[in-house]
C-alpha cells in the first residue's frame, strides 16, 4: 500500500540544525560550571524533549539548577538561529510531495513555541497538516506523538512513515507499528539507525526524494 502521510521529524532532518543545538548546550554547560559534553553525547540526545535531553547529556545537572540552565541554553541556541536553515532538497520534496497530495506532518522533541518560530522562519506554516512536539504531548520514543497525528488525519498505521535522523525516531514509529526510515545526515550515526531495523536508512536528501517518491500514491 503506498504511503499516504509522511510524518518528519524536525531538527537534523528537514532543518540543519544538529550543530546548533550540540553548541548551546555545550556553552549552557560552560556558563554553569558544569562538565561539558563531546558532540557525540550532546547529539544523541536530539530529538527527545528538552528536558530529558538535558538529564541524559548533562548528568550532573540539578532540578534547582534546571531553569537557569533552560535559559542560557536558548540564548546560545537563539544567537545561532539566524544561521539555520533547511536542508538542500527539503523544501523541493515537499513541495513535489504536495503535489501528489500526500499528507504531511511533523513530529519533534522541539517546543511548540520552538517548532512554531521555526516553521514561520523557513515559509512553512502551511505546509504540514498536522504537528506535534513534545512539551504538548509524551517524548520520542513513546508513539504517542505519531498516534495523535494519525488519530486528527484518519490516517491507518500502514499507510505511514516516520522519517528521522535518530534513533528516538525510528523507536518511535516500531513502537506506534508504522514504517520508519532513517537518514544519516542528522544526529545519529548509520550503525545506531540500522539497528532499528527500518525500511531503510538514507544518507541525502536526493536519496530520500529517490526512495520516497515511487511509494507514495497519486
Known amino acids: 500500500m503506498p504511503?499516504?502521510?509522511v510524518v518528519f521529524?524536525?531538527?537534523?532532518?528537514?532543518?540543519?540544525?544538529t550543530h546548533s543545538i550540540v553548541a548551546a548546550i555545550q556553552a549552557a554547560c560552560r556558563d554553569l560550571e558544569l562538565p561539558v559534553p563531546s558532540a557525540s553525547q550532546a547529539s544523541w540526545v536530539i530529538g527527545l524533549s528538552l528536558?530529558?535531553?538535558l538529564r541524559r547529556a548533562v548528568p550532573d545537572l540539578t532540578n534547582a539548577m534546571m531553569p537557569r540552565f533552560l535559559e542560557r541554553y536558548r540564548v546560545h541556541y537563539l544567537l545561532r538561529d539566524p544561521e539555520l536553515k533547511l536542508f538542500d532538497g527539503?523544501?523541493?520534496l515537499?513541495?513535489?510531495?504536495a503535489s501528489r497530495d500526500v499528507r504531511m506532518a511533523v513530529a519533534t522533541g522541539k517546543s511548540r513555541v520552538g517548532l512554531n518560530r521555526a516553521l514561520a522562519a523557513s515559509g512553512l506554516v502551511e505546509a504540514f497538516d498536522a504537528t506535534r512536539c513534545a512539551d504538548e504531548t509524551f517524548s520520542k520514543p513513546n508513539p504517542t506523538m505519531l498516534y495523535e497525528i494519525m488519530d486528527e488525519l484518519g490516517v491507518q498505521g500502514e499507510q505511514v512513515?516516520?522519517?528521522g535522523d535518530t534513533s528516538h525516531d525510528l523507536q518511535m514509529a516500531t513502537n506506534a507499528k508504522v514504517h520508519g526510515v532513517g537518514v544519516t545526515y542528522g544526529a545519529h550515526l548509520r550503525d545506531?539507525?540500522?539497528a532499528q531495523a527500518?525500511?531503510?536508512v538514507i544518507e541525502s536528501v536526493p536519496g530520500l526524494r529517490e526512495w520516497l517518491l515511487p511509494r507514495v500514491g497519486l
Open 192 to 194: 545506531e539507525l540500522e
Open 90 to 92: 527539503v523544501r523541493e
Open 161 to 163: 512513515v516516520m522519517i
Open 94 to 97: 515537499l513541495a513535489e510531495l
Open 3 to 5: 504511503y499516504s502521510l
Open 9 to 17: 521529524d524536525w531538527d537534523g532532518t528537514l532543518m540543519d540544525s
Open 51 to 53: 528536558e530529558s535531553a
Open 198 to 200: 527500518p525500511q531503510a
